[in-house]
């Protein structure tokens, strides 16, 4: 009788089981449209408080029903509408860059701002603690002939020795702005004047920055003094603090039609919802209206690193809205917040390999419109079910 050959998945089984035993299983959880009374969200990030906000559905509804619920096609084809356009100008204009481009998620912006800029002639310094998107960029750069040189994270003096020995016509530092495990806010300046001195691009991921950082919100290159500066781009996303779906790239004019011809993550994708494009617009116009909101975001995300290490856990200092809690391990990350969830309070888990630095943690991250008495309650949650039943 014949050996029956494996069929080409049952490979899979025992990368399940490799990864279980590693504490490294995920699962997708459906959530409620109604989290609940008295739930605490810090797992999400609504940042501003904006996705539910009634302007913003409200705007959302009115674009499906004006442009339809999906763009139809590519941009370059029948995915382009007035209302991207629209969306466009005002991000340029609140941000101060010359142009904007919107992709289907900050993501494939992030791919396509690098990618279309790389090739033999090009070189990437890259911050080793850059966002998974930037990583993968990196990796296709790579494979297009870049070189990709790596830096310690946060490391101005390490980044500039890299552009020094980068060795190619065409050199680019790539880093996040807030980083999204620990959110901490790199010197965006210091990286920008290193950049200036060797005639390199600066391109930023400002995911976690825009709406939290810089005047009224503006983002990472406002709060860097970088308006304007025709050697910086930035590639966002219109999830977080926009509370909608879909990014964009932030830059010259001479990028923006760069990546219009070139970026294969824009040209070979279809275009933004209108429904998201509607809502993002939206949040955007709500955010220049009421510029205190990204204060009170930060004040809230202060309130829980204090309360947090005033408990006696290991909690950061945040400069933007993330907050992170170190765990003693992978396992007990996961077992405290189920713990934290089922006593009301929504938190993410962070584990290898989402953290560069292979310490499990839970993470939170700040809303604007929590209260004082949401935050001294998820305080409390948080550390009453720390892995040792209390304060560490």
């Not at 220049?288 to 006696?312: D, T, W």
């Not at 990350?333 to 560069?356: K, L, T």
Request: some cysteine.
């Amino acid at each position: 009788m014949a050996t029956r050959s494996p069929a080409p998945f049952d490979r899979l089984a025992d990368a399940a089981r490799e990864r279980a035993s590693a504490g490294l299983t995920r699962r997708l959880r459906p959530r409620s449209a109604d989290p609940g009374a008295g739930t605490v969200d810090l797992a999400g990030n609504d940042y501003l408080a904006f996705a539910r906000h009634p302007d913003v559905t409200a705007a959302a509804a009115a674009a499906a029903r004006r442009w339809g619920a999906g763009a139809t096609g590519s941009r370059l084809v029948t995915g382009d509408t007035m209302l991207h356009r629209e969306l466009e100008d005002e991000l340029a204009d609140f941000c101060g860059t010359e142009a904007a481009l919107v992709f289907s998620s900050g993501y494939t912006a992030n791919l396509g701002m690098v990618t279309s800029l790389s090739g033999p002639s090009a070189a990437l310094v890259c911050d080793r603690n850059n966002h998974a998107s930037l990583i993968d960029a990196a990796r296709l750069a790579k494979a297009a002939g870049t070189r990709v040189l790596l830096f310690d994270h946060a490391d101005t003096a390490a980044a500039e020795a890299a552009l020094a020995d980068a060795g190619r016509e065409h050199r680019m530092l790539l880093t996040d702005t807030v980083f999204s495990v620990d959110g901490d806010l790199t010197d965006t300046a210091a990286l920008a004047r290193a950049c200036a001195e060797d005639g390199a691009a600066l391109l930023l991921d400002d995911a976690h920055g825009l709406g939290v950082v810089g005047e009224g919100g503006a983002g990472a290159l406002t709060a860097a003094g970088l308006r304007g500066a025709p050697g910086a781009a930035a590639a966002v996303t219109l999830s977080k603090s926009l509370g909608a779906q879909g990014g964009a790239v932030l830059g010259p004019g001479a990028l923006v039609r760069h990546l219009v011809e070139t970026a294969r993550s824009f040209v070979f994708d279809t275009g933004l919802a209108p429904p998201a494009a509607g809502g993002a617009l939206a949040a955007l116009r709500l955010l220049r209206a009421e510029p205190e909101r990204p204060g009170r975001l930060r004040s809230v995300a202060l309130r829980l690193s204090a309360g947090l290490n005033a408990a006696g856990l290991d909690a950061t200092r945040p400069d933007a809205a993330v907050v992170s809690v170190a765990a003693p391990s992978r396992g007990e990350a996961v077992a405290w917040a189920e713990r934290c969830r089922a006593a009301g309070v929504a938190v993410g888990c962070f584990r290898p390999p989402s953290v560069p630095d292979g310490r499990s943690r839970i993470r939170l991250t700040a809303h604007a419109d929590l209260t004082d008495v949401q935050v001294e309650r998820a305080v409390e949650v948080i550390a009453a079910t720390g892995p040792t039943g209390g304060a560490r």
